[in-house]
C-alpha cells in the first residue's frame, strides 16, 4: 500500500513539473523585457496594442454569437431527443462528434469553394456574411462540448415529468423549452458556453484563412514578429482559459445531481 501511494506520489510531481515548468519559464522569459530587471512593460505593450483591443473584441463579439447560436440549435434538438426520439441519440452523439475528426482547415475551404468570389452565392466578398459563416463554423467547432454538457444537464432532470407538468398548464413547446427546461439546464450551458468561449478565443485556421480580425491570427502575427510579447500574451490567453475552466467548476457545484429518472 505505501508503496503504491509512493509512485503515485512520484507520478503526481512527474506530471506537475511537465505542466508548472515551462509556465513558469514563460512567465520569466516574459518578464524580462526590461534589460537587467524583471518587469511588466511586455503585458503593458501587449495590453495598450489598440490591434490587441480590437482583435479581442472581435473574438469576444464572435464567441457570443457563437454560443448563442450553440444554445438555439443544442438545446432544443437534446430535449426533443430526450423526450421523443431516444432511438436516435447514438446518430447524433456520432453526428456531433465529427468536428473533433474533421479538421477545421476542411471546413474552411469548403467555405472559400462554396462561398467564394466565383461562387453563385459569394458570402465571402461581403463582411457580414463572411463573420456569420465563421459564427456558423465556430458553433460547429464547439458542437461536441455544447452538446454533451447540455445532455448531462438533462439527465439530471426527469425531462418527461416538466414537460407533462408544464402541458396540464397550458404551456406551448417554446414556453417549455424557454421557461421550463432552459432554466433548469442552465449551469450545464453555462459550461458549454464557457467551453465554447476558451475554443474561439483561440481558435486560428478559421479566422486567418477568411482573413478575420481575430485574436488567434493577431496572436500568430505577434509571435512570428516579437519575442517577449509573445509570452506575455500567452500566458494572458493562459489565465482567460483557465480563468474559464474554473468558472465551470464553481458552476457544477450548483448543478442538480445525477439520479435515475425516467426519460
Not at 454533451?148 to 416538466?162: H, K, N, P, S, Y
Not at 397550458?170 to 459550461?191: D, E, K, Q
Amino acid at each position: 500500500m505505501k508503496a503504491g501511494k509512493f509512485w503515485a506520489w512520484i507520478v503526481f510531481i512527474l506530471g506537475a513539473a511537465y505542466f508548472f515548468i515551462p509556465l513558469i519559464a514563460t512567465i520569466e522569459f516574459s518578464l524580462r523585457m526590461r534589460r537587467g530587471v524583471y518587469s511588466f512593460d511586455a503585458y503593458k505593450v501587449v495590453l495598450g496594442d489598440s490591434q490587441f483591443q480590437t482583435t479581442f473584441m472581435y473574438s469576444v463579439i464572435v464567441a457570443v454569437f457563437t454560443i448563442i447560436l450553440g444554445v438555439l440549435i443544442v438545446v432544443p434538438t437534446a430535449y426533443w431527443i430526450r423526450l421523443r426520439l431516444p432511438q436516435l441519440r447514438p446518430v447524433v452523439e456520432f453526428i456531433t462528434l465529427l468536428p473533433l475528426v474533421i479538421p477545421a482547415i476542411v471546413i474552411v475551404f469548403g467555405y472559400i469553394r462554396m462561398y467564394g468570389s466565383n461562387s453563385p452565392l459569394p458570402f465571402l466578398s461581403n463582411n457580414m456574411a463572411t463573420n456569420a459563416l465563421l459564427v456558423i463554423g465556430y458553433a460547429a467547432l464547439a458542437l461536441p462540448y455544447m452538446y454533451r454538457a447540455v445532455d448531462t444537464g438533462l439527465r439530471t432532470i426527469d425531462v418527461r415529468t416538466l414537460t407533462e407538468a408544464a402541458q396540464i398548464l397550458g404551456a406551448g413547446w417554446g414556453t417549455i423549452v424557454t421557461r421550463v427546461i432552459l432554466p433548469n439546464v442552465l449551469i450545464a450551458v453555462l459550461s458549454g458556453a464557457f467551453l465554447t468561449f476558451a475554443i474561439v478565443i483561440g481558435e486560428f485556421t478559421m479566422a486567418s484563412l477568411l482573413n478575420r480580425p481575430a485574436f488567434g491570427p493577431y496572436l500568430q502575427n505577434l509571435v512570428a514578429n516579437r519575442a517577449y510579447e509573445p509570452a506575455a500574451l500567452s500566458i494572458i490567453a493562459f489565465v482567460i482559459t483557465w480563468g474559464c475552466m474554473s468558472l465551470i467548476q464553481v458552476l457544477s457545484r450548483f448543478a442538480p445531481k445525477s439520479a435515475n429518472r425516467p426519460n
